[in-house]
C-alpha cells in the first residue's frame, strides 16, 4: 500500500495489491483523473490527461476553455462551468447564480482513515493489514468561498478505493447545495456493457446487464430508501468480461436513502461514471462555517470479471465495514413466527413453537410483527411500542424467560420509524409524521413515516425500542422499514429547508442504530424492510446481517441470492427455509433444497414447526448440524459463482472455498428436471491445482487440477427443484 506525489509529473499515486489509482493536475489547478486499474509501476502516465491535444489547457488556448472543460476527466466534476455531462456539484450563491469551478490548492497524505462523521463508512482495522491511508486533495471556489476537500482512502489489505467529499463554507454567504455527488469516474472505455441490480418487492436484486451506448443510463431511487428496485451499485464490464474474466469497474455506495448511480458516454466516446446522494429533492442550505460530508463510495477494479470484484467487496466489507462483534461469530439457527403466524399469536403459541423448535436443534425464537397494543393486522397501532398484555399473558420477560429454560435465545421485531395513523403517537403528535402542511397525507401499508430530521422524534423511537430492550433479556432486533416515502415535508424544519428532509432521515436514522448499537454491544441486530429494501452497505455497518427478501421460495431465491452475493458476504444475507406451498409463488420444493438455498446465508426457519411431519422435524436436526459444521466456511471462506439459473434457464451452482484452500463446499440446484440427458460437469474454482481433495459423500479422490480443469459431475437428480451439497476435503 502506498500514496504518493510524483512532484516531477505532478501526480498522485495510490497503490494497493495489483491495483493503481493516479491523479494529475493540469495547470496547476485542475485536477483530472489519469488511470485506474492494473498496476503500472511507471509514474510516466500524464500523457493520458491528453493536455498536448486541442483543445489544449486553459493556460495555453484560454478561448477554448469550455472545449477543455467539456472533454477533460475530471476527478470531481462541476457544474455550469463548460463540461455539459452530468456532475458532482451544483452550488447556488445567495443571489441564486449557479456555476462552481473548483481550483486545487495542496494535498495532505495521511495515516488511516478520517470517519465521516455521523455517517457509516469503512475503517482501518486494527491487526495485520487492517491499516490504511488517505489522500486528501483540497480545492476551493474562490467566487463561492467554497472548499472541497476530496479524499481517497486505501487498505493495505484491499484493492479498493474509497472516496468522499468534505464541502466546507469558508465564504460570507449562505451557499445551496443543489448536486453533491460523492465520486465521478472519466474513463476510457466505449465499448463495454453497464451491469446494475434491480427488481421489486420479492424479486430484489436481480442482475441486469445492458450494452453502454451513447447517452446517459442510470438507476437512482428516491424512495428514502436504497429501494427494492434499484441497488446503489453499478459496475461496467470491458468487452468480452464475464464471471473470471475481462475488466470491471464498479462503485458501490455506503448509503441507505436516496442515490443515483450513472453511466454517462459522450460525444468523444468516453464515458463517466457518477455516484452519490440523488439530488432529486434534494438542497442543502450551508451556511458560513458549515461543512457537508458525502458518503463514501467505495470503487473497485477487477481485471478478472465479477468473480473477483465478488472478492474485493466481500473481503472489505468483512475486514473493514461490519463492525458487530457477530462478525466472527456463529449467528444462532433462528425459528421466526411471521409465516408460521402473522398476527395470530400467544404466548402459548410462541412456546408450542419454541418447544419443537428447541428439541431439533434451533437456537433461537424471533417474535415477529404483532406483539404490541393494538396490533391484530398491519392496519394500525405502530409506533405504541407497549407489549400487548392480552396476547402475551405474562409480559414480555415470562415469555423470554420461558423461551430460555428451553436453552434457546429471544429475538423481536420492531418497525420504529413508522406511524399508524391509528396509534395513540399519532393522535398525540399528528406533526411528527412526515407530511406536507394542508394535503391529506398518503398511506401506504396504512402507515405514514416518522420525521427523523426532527431530534425529539429521534429520541422517543429510540427510547420506545430500548426500553423494551432493557425490560428483558433480548439478544437480537429484527429491524424493519416497511414503506417508502411520499409527501416528503417536515413541520419541523421550516421553509427553505425541505431538501433536507431526505438525508436528515437517514441520519436520523443512523443516530438511531448507532445508539442502539453501543448501548447493547451484544446484540445481534438484523436489518430489514419490507423484505431486501434496505440491503445496503450502510446497513451493513450497523447490522452483520439484513433480510434479504420476503420471498422464501427456494427457486426465487436464487436469483436473489447470486445478485446479492455479487457484493455481499453470504453472512449477511438473512436466509430462512419455509413451509410449502411457498406463501409468495405457491411453489412447492424439496425440504431439503430449501435447506441447501438458505444455509447459503444467515441460516433460520420461518414456519410453523409444530404442523409438519416427524420427517421434516428430522430433516430440520440434520440441517442444523450440517450448519453448524458448514458455518465456519460460510462465515470465512470465499465465494464462487459456477452458473446462474438466471442465465443458462437450467440449473444453478455455488461454491464456498476456504481461505486456506483447505476445504469448499459446492451446492448445485438443478431446478426442473430434464428426460433423457446424462449427468452434468461442473468445474470447481479456487482449490489448489496440487493438493489431494476427497469428495466427502464417497470418498473419491481428486487432484485439485482435476477438479478445476476437468470438473465433477453432477448425477441427474429424479424431480423439479432437487439439489445436493458436496463437500471437498484437502487429504494432502
Ligand atoms: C415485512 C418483513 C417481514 C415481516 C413483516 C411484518 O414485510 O419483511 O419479514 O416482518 O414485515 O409485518
Redesign the pocket.
Known amino acids: 500500500m502506498k500514496i504518493e506525489y510524483l512532484e516531477s509529473e505532478k501526480l498522485f499515486r495510490l497503490a494497493s495489491g495489483d491495483m493503481e489509482y493516479v491523479i494529475g493536475v493540469v495547470d496547476g489547478i485542475y485536477v483530472g483523473h489519469v488511470y485506474y486499474g492494473k498496476k503500472m509501476g511507471d509514474g510516466r502516465c500524464g500523457y493520458f490527461l491528453r493536455t498536448g491535444e486541442a483543445p489544449f489547457v486553459p493556460s495555453v488556448n484560454w478561448r477554448e476553455k469550455c472545449s477543455f472543460a467539456d472533454a477533460f476527466p475530471w476527478e470531481y466534476s462541476t457544474w455550469g462551468m463548460g463540461d455539459y455531462r452530468d456532475s458532482c456539484l451544483n452550488v447556488r450563491d445567495p443571489e441564486g447564480f449557479r456555476g462552481c469551478e473548483l481550483h486545487y490548492e495542496g494535498y495532505r497524505i495521511l495515516e488511516g482513515k478520517p470517519e465521516i462523521s455521523g455517517m457509516p463508512a469503512t475503517f482501518c482495522r486494527d491487526g495485520e493489514g487492517g491499516g490504511g491511508m488517505t489522500l486528501e486533495l483540497t480545492c476551493r471556489d474562490k467566487v463561492l468561498g467554497l472548499k472541497a476537500i476530496l479524499r481517497y482512502s486505501i487498505f493495505a489489505d484491499s484493492e479498493a478505493v474509497m472516496r468522499s467529499v468534505e464541502l466546507v463554507n469558508e465564504g460570507h454567504g449562505v451557499l445551496y447545495l443543489e448536486r453533491a455527488l460523492t465520486a465521478c469516474l472519466d474513463m476510457d472505455m466505449e465499448e463495454g456493457d453497464l451491469l446494475t441490480l434491480g427488481g421489486s418487492w420479492s424479486r430484489e436484486r436481480h442482475m441486469v446487464r445492458r450494452p453502454l451506448a451513447m447517452g446517459k443510463q442510470l438507476v437512482s431511487s428516491f424512495r428514502g430508501e436504497s429501494g427494492h428496485q434499484d441497488h446503489p451499485f453499478l459496475a461496467v464490464m470491458g468487452k468480452g468480461a464475464g464471471q473470471d474474466q475481462g475488466e470491471v469497474y464498479a462503485m458501490h455506495f455506503v448509503y441507505s436513502g436516496n442515490f443515483v448511480a450513472e453511466a454517462e458516454v459522450n460525444q468523444f466516446g468516453s464515458l463517466r461514471l457518477l455516484m452519490g446522494i440523488n439530488p432529486e429533492g434534494f438542497e442543502w442550505v450551508l451556511n458560513p462555517g458549515e461543512s457537508f460530508a458525502t458518503p463514501e463510495v467505495v470503487c473497485v477494479y477487477s481485471d478478472e470479471g465479477l468473480g473477483k470484484m465478488t472478492h474485493i467487496l466481500h473481503d472489505l466489507y468483512r475486514g473493514h465495514l461490519i463492525r458487530s462483534p457477530y462478525l466472527h461469530r456463529r449467528r444462532p439457527v433462528l425459528i421466526?413466527n411471521?409465516e408460521a403466524t402473522y398476527f395470530d399469536f400467544n404466548t402459548e403459541k410462541l412456546l408450542e413453537i419454541a418447544r419443537e423448535a428447541s428439541k431439533r436443534g434451533i437456537e433461537m425464537l424471533v417474535m415477529?410483527?404483532g406483539w404490541f397494543q393494538g396490533r391484530h393486522t398491519?392496519s394500525g397501532s405502530l409506533g405504541d411500542w407497549n407489549v400487548d398484555e392480552n396476547k402475551l399473558k405474562g409480559g414480555l420477560p415470562y415469555l423470554v424467560g420461558e423461551v430460555q429454560k428451553l436453552g434457546m435465545g429471544f429475538g423481536i421485531?420492531f418497525?420504529p420509524e413508522m406511524v399508524s395513523p391509528d396509534s395513540d403517537l399519532y393522535r398525540a403528535h399528528p406533526d411528527w409524521a412526515i407530511q406536507i402542511p394542508g394535503r391529506e397525507p398518503v398511506q401506504s401499508r396504512a402507515q405514514y413515516v416518522l420525521d427523523l430530521s426532527r431530534p425529539e422524534v429521534v429520541d422517543y423511537v429510540y427510547e420506545a425500542v430500548a426500553s423494551v430492550l432493557r425490560s428483558a433479556p433480548v439478544s437480537y432486533v429484527?429491524w424493519?422499514m416497511?414503506r417508502q416515502m411520499t409527501d416528503v415535508g417536515s413541520t419541523y424544519l421550516g421553509k427553505g429547508r425541505q431538501g433536507e428532509l431526505f438525508h436528515r432521515y437517514v441520519l436520523g436514522l443512523y443516530s438511531l442504530q448507532e445508539r442502539l448499537t453501543r448501548e447493547f454491544p451484544e446484540l445481534l441486530l438484523e436489518n430489514?424492510?419490507?423484505?431486501g429494501a434496505r440491503f445496503d452497505p450502510g446497513m451493513l455497518y450497523y447490522s452483520p446481517q439484513v433480510?434479504c427478501s420476503?420471498n422464501t421460495d427456494a427457486i426465487e431465491r436464487l436469483a436473489i441470492q447470486e445478485g446479492t452475493a455479487l457484493l455481499y458476504p453470504l453472512s449477511a444475507m438473512g436466509a430462512h427455509v419455509s413451509a410449502c406451498p411457498n406463501h409468495v409463488v405457491g411453489r412447492i420444493t424439496p425440504f431439503a433444497t430449501r435447506g441447501h438455498v438458505a444455509m447459503a446465508g444467515a441460516f433460520g426457519y420461518e414456519l410453523d414447526i409444530t404442523k409438519l411431519p416427524e420427517g421434516e422435524k428430522r430433516l430440520i436436526e440434520r440441517q442444523v448440524e450440517t450448519y453448524h459444521e458448514l458455518y465456519p466456511l460460510m462465515l470465512e471462506g470465499d465465494y464462487y459463482r459456477i452458473a446462474s439459473w438466471a442465465e443458462n434457464h437450467k440449473y444453478d451452482c455455488w461454491q464456498v472455498v476456504a481461505k486456506d484452500k483447505s476445504e469448499a463446499l459446492v451446492t448445485y440446484v438443478q431446478v426442473l428436471a430434464e428426460p433423457n440427458c446424462h449427468s452434468r460437469k461442473i468445474r470447481l474454482k479456487g482449490l489448489d491445482p496440487e493438493a489431494e481433495y476427497q469428495q466427502e459423500d464417497n470418498g473419491q479422490r481428486y487432484k485439485g487440477a482435476l477438479l478445476m480443469y476437468g470438473g465433477v459431475l453432477m448425477p441427474r437428480m429424479e424431480g423439479d427443484f432437487a439439489s445436493a451439497m458436496i463437500r471437498f476435503i484437502q487429504i494432502g
Request: charged share 45%.
Open positions: 421466526n411471521w415477529d410483527d398491519d421485531w418497525e429484527k424493519d416497511n430489514c424492510a419490507s423484505g433480510w420476503d
